[in-house]
T-cell receptor, first 114, second 116 residues
Framework: DQQVKQNSPSLSVQEGRISILNCDYTNSMFDYFLWYKKYPAEGPTFLISISSIKDKNEDGRFTVFLNKSAKHLSLHIVPSQPGDSAVYFCAASTRVGAGNQFYFGTGTSLTVIP | EPEVTQTPSHQVTQMGQEVILRCVPISNHLYFYWYRQILGQKVEFLVSFYNNEISEKSEIFDDQFSVERPDGSNFTLKIRSTKLEDSAMYFC??????????????FGAGTRLSVL
């Protein structure tokens, strides 16, 4: 049951450059998408979200793009910093309201090289 | 900053034993969740809980699992008779009350359950 897929298990980027993390989904009912960041021995930490009525949401160095026709979203981090090194999970749900389960991807481990 | 806290951080148990994983959600949140992550796999939803009852559960959440909010602050996950395949990291999460503009679930650091 791979409704949310992150096909790149790892990514390495030089400090200061752009990091692009990708996520694909199969369920056309998904209408709310989030990115979480996870450090070792910690729980996932919310980073940024986007609802299906938008195609872009920006928060500082982080921008999420949503392409509904392609069922694809991406997270851009510009500029990348060593502290961004973590595992990034995309998640999706079928309703914006609270109380709904998230479907997670398998994660992409980002390493930002100083 | 308010956070979700989970205890213990690591629980070791024998197969067939009962375990209770504990969570203190963020105080003004009313929706609570349990997820698990088996080593090397994705984070999987187990159950959501609202107004003292289960609002959604996955196929993983069978009769061996139960959740409870025994008082105004704790939220627990009980596994009645643990199996080897229950070994995983268990995450508790909470989110704001119904009608919130964003369903952001805030996660605890997790409890690593090791079944021997």
């Amino acid at each position: 049951d791979q409704q949310v897929k992150q096909n790149s298990p790892s990514l390495s980027v030089q400090e200061g450059r752009i990091s692009i993390l990708n996520c694909d989904y199969t369920n056309s009912m998904f209408d709310y998408f989030l990115w979480y960041k996870k450090y070792p021995a910690e729980g996932p930490t919310f980073l940024i979200s986007i609802s299906s009525i938008k195609d872009k949401n920006e928060d500082g160095r982080f921008t999420v793009f949503l392409n509904k026709s392609a069922k694809h979203l991406s997270l851009h981090i510009v500029p990348s910093q060593p502290g961004d090194s973590a595992v990034y999970f995309c998640a999706a749900s079928t309703r914006v309201g609270a109380g709904n389960q998230f479907y997670f991807g398998t994660g992409t481990s980002l390493t930002v090289i100083p | 900053e308010p956070e979700v806290t989970q205890t213990p951080s690591h629980q070791v148990t024998q197969m067939g034993q009962e375990v209770i994983l504990r969570c203190v959600p963020i105080s003004n949140h009313l929706y609570f969740y349990w997820y698990r992550q088996i080593l090397g796999q994705k984070v999987e939803f187990l159950v959501s809980f609202y107004n003292n009852e289960i609002s959604e559960k996955s196929e993983i959440f069978d009769d061996q699992f139960s959740v409870e909010r025994p008082d105004g602050s704790n939220f627990t996950l009980k596994i009645r008779s643990t199996k080897l395949e229950d070994s995983a990291m268990y995450f508790c999460a909470s989110s704001e009350r119904k009608g919130a503009a964003k369903n952001i679930q805030y996660f605890g650091a997790g409890t690593r359950l090791s079944v021997l």
